[in-house]
């Protein structure tokens, strides 16, 4: 009776100032007031620790302070304190920190994992003393030490979390027994070791069927890379319903798994449960990472049914999915359909733009985006810079660059905005400008600053450059294969061969390999994935037949191969031969003899498209009649009638 009358009396205080507060400075006396009332109050009534930690009047007080106009203002902090030291538990603590941070008294930190207790409001040194305090006295309260490990965890300190499970509730096996929320808070910020162990427990305590805990294991597992262990957490649950199956499609989207996230996909629907928009947009992103259009296109057409076109989380992802399967014009259609657009769509559209070579097109839209009101944020301008890069639109570029200099978007450039002007001047041949740029960042450069400087000095020829920009990168430990081939291809076109036999050397010390280059086509719905000089396919005498055949009649029209991409010690009719080999033109001569010339030829391709190829795909284009887009790790290229969309500049 007593600790309802207790929770009456907090109630019924704060019942009244609430409603009679009419007034800004009233409301915000409440602020200053309220804290020291309640100390003062809970002091009188002489109130137990373990009492307090359970009373209701916590939700209450997050209620009545949630909504007051706290901005711009000073909260005395000593009350909340005070408060805070005779709490029980640390679920008061952050309560009390997220109601300071929804008022915006204190600042909200970047990035989604803010520290708890990394403000003014309490200082880390006070945090610990109130965790200190309850692990030195001890307690048989489980939900105070679920929120210790909780507490700890979001503050980074997952291993003292660990500490004081296997301490204070292991220990105490004959009073205390973790529940679901102990492992939940635990498993956060685990590696994968600890997980496994903590998943052992879960199963120690019985607790493998709680269905939190269930899609939390899927989750993290998935995350991982291990998509087989999320199936095994997966296909053990006895009554699956929506999160689980959403848990587990996301897995197998996450890791690239298409054929199993189709039957799952298919599961869900014949059991009835209809995906959220986070099922949906997974599928999506793995639909864009196969270049699997139909699919795309399918997923569409069952939104549009499903009535979730208004969810621009969704709307936006299949934009992102047609531009990404290299259809810009589906892509603009379902941007012009969408009744309301916020930033991310505007962002969407500008960056597949920019990617398939519309600078023009890019910078058109904008400039109309910032017409209608809308408000560019960092994303927007690395888009813009990217499309001024692709399109070689320097002078736009660079009046955009110094606009976002002097602050005139309202933010400074980040590192991703220098990577996309050091892009831009090297793909114009403007190096010692890079360089200079380089030099004189406002923000420290990382590995992706110097790794396109690397690239542009190498396409130019410029070995001074690239030996710097390498030199860089080897102190910063970058240890990539890509970087050394680069420069071993730059020495070798000039002739240099102790270098590349050097090069060669250290790559062999440092166990470094050179990533083998792919190109992927899709016919009838299945992959085929062709490798240089492929020889494993079915078809392969049909489509190797088809490789001299077109090599041969391009040849006829003007093409002639250009041997000086092949850095290997071969005469021309060997040069020639290898450059044949290349997986793309393999991909392409099977899309001549798999497909009609009423459908384009799309290929993906891992690596950047070499200049024989590129010259080669328009040939193909005129002299066959066929319209071929091809997805390097760069960008995209529309060849049509003989022409590239990148105007043979990439």
């Known amino acids: 009776m007593e600790e309802a009358g207790v929770d009456g009396d907090i109630e019924d205080m704060l019942g009244k100032w609430k409603f009679n507060s009419k007034g800004h400075e009233d409301r915000y006396h409440l602020a200053h007031v309220f804290p020291l009332r309640l100390h003062r109050m809970l002091g009188q009534r002489n109130i137990s620790k ?128 973790p529940n679901a929320f102990t492992f939940l808070f635990l498993m956060r910020g685990c590696n994968l070791d600890e997980v496994r162990a903590i998943h052992a427990h879960v199963f120690k305590f019985g607790l493998q069927g709680h269905h939190l805990l269930e899609s939390s294991l899927v989750n993290f597992y998935a995350n991982a890379g291990l998509a087989d262990d999320a199936w095994s957490v997966f296909d053990a649950v006895a009554e699956k319903d929506l999160v689980h199956f959403t848990s587990m499609l996301n897995g197998f989207a996450r890791n690239g798994r298409l054929d199993e996230s189709l039957v799952l996909f298919g599961e869900m629907l014949s059991l009835d449960f209809c995906p959220d928009s986070v099922a949906i947009v997974a599928l999506l992103r793995l639909f864009a990472q196969f270049g699997a259009h139909h699919l795309g296109r399918a997923l569409h057409s069952w939104a549009i049914k499903a009535q979730m076109m208004e969810n621009l989380f969704v709307t936006t992802s299949i934009l992102g999915t047609y531009a990404k399967c290299g259809d810009l014009e589906d892509a603009c259609q379902v941007f012009g359909e969408m009744r309301v657009k916020d930033l991310s769509a505007w962002n969407a559209l500008i960056a597949a733009l920019a990617v398939h070579g519309r600078g023009e097109e890019a910078i058109q839209l904008f400039e109309r985006m910032v017409k209608e009101g809308e408000k560019p944020d960092q994303a927007t301008l690395v888009s813009l810079l990217s499309a001024c890069s692709h399109g070689g639109i320097v002078q736009k570029g660079e009046a955009y660059f110094r606009a976002l200099l002097k602050g005139d978007f309202g933010f400074m450039p980040n590192v991703k905005h220098y990577g996309c002007m050091i892009d831009l001047l090297g793909r114009a041949g403007r190096l010692e400008d890079a360089c200079e740029l380089v030099e004189t960042m406002l ?208």
């Not at 307090?52 to 000593?78: A, C, D, I, N, Q």
Request: aromatic share 8%; with cysteine.
């Open 50 to 177: 373990r009492e307090f930690g359970g009373h209701v009047f916590v939700s209450v007080v997050v209620e009545v302070l949630s909504g007051l106009p706290l901005k711009g203002r000073t909260v005395k902090r000593s009350g909340f304190w005070k408060v805070l030291l005779v709490a029980d538990s640390i679920f008061v603590i952050m309560l009390v920190r997220n109601m300071l941070l929804a008022n915006q008294v204190i600042p909200q930190r970047q990035g989604p994992h803010c520290s708890l207790l990394n403000s003014s409001a309490i200082q880390p040194k006070q945090f610990d003393q109130l965790c200190g305090q309850l692990i030195k006295k001890g307690s048989a309260n489980l939900f105070a030490w679920n929120n210790t490990i909780k507490a700890y965890t979001i503050t980074h300190k997952p291993h003292e979390g660990l500490l004081v499970y296997t301490k204070h509730i292991l220990s105490n096996g004959l009073t205390l027994r």
């Open 443 to 650: 923000v420290d450069a990382d590995e992706i600053v110097y790794a396109t400087l690397l690239s542009a000095a190498c396409t130019n020829g410029n070995v001074h450059i690239a030996e710097f920009a390498a030199s860089r990168l080897l102190k910063m430990g970058a240890n990539n294969a890509a970087y050394q081939v680069s420069l071993s291809n730059m020495y070798a076109a000039k002739g240099r061969w102790e270098k590349v036999s050097e090069i060669r050397s250290r790559m062999r010390d440092g166990r470094l390999k050179k990533m083998v280059g792919w190109s992927s086509i899709r016919i009838n719905h299945q992959i085929h994935k062709f490798a240089m000089g492929e020889g494993l396919h079915p078809r392969s005498k049909e489509i190797h037949a088809m490789v001299e055949e077109m090599i041969a009649t391009l040849k006829m029209a003007g093409y002639v191969p250009n041997t000086s991409v092949v850095l290997l010690d071969l005469d021309d009719k060997g040069k020639e031969q290898d450059l044949s080999r290349h997986s793309e033109k393999i991909a392409v001569a099977f899309g001549l003899i798999s497909t009609s010339k009423i459908h384009a030829i799309k290929i993906m391709k891992n690596l950047r498209i070499c200049i024989d190829c590129h010259t080669a795909m328009k040939f193909i284009s005129l002299v066959y009649g066929r319209r071929i887009v091809i997805r390097d790790n760069k960008r995209f290229h529309h060849f049509e009638e003989g022409r590239c969309s990148c105007k043979d500049y990439w």
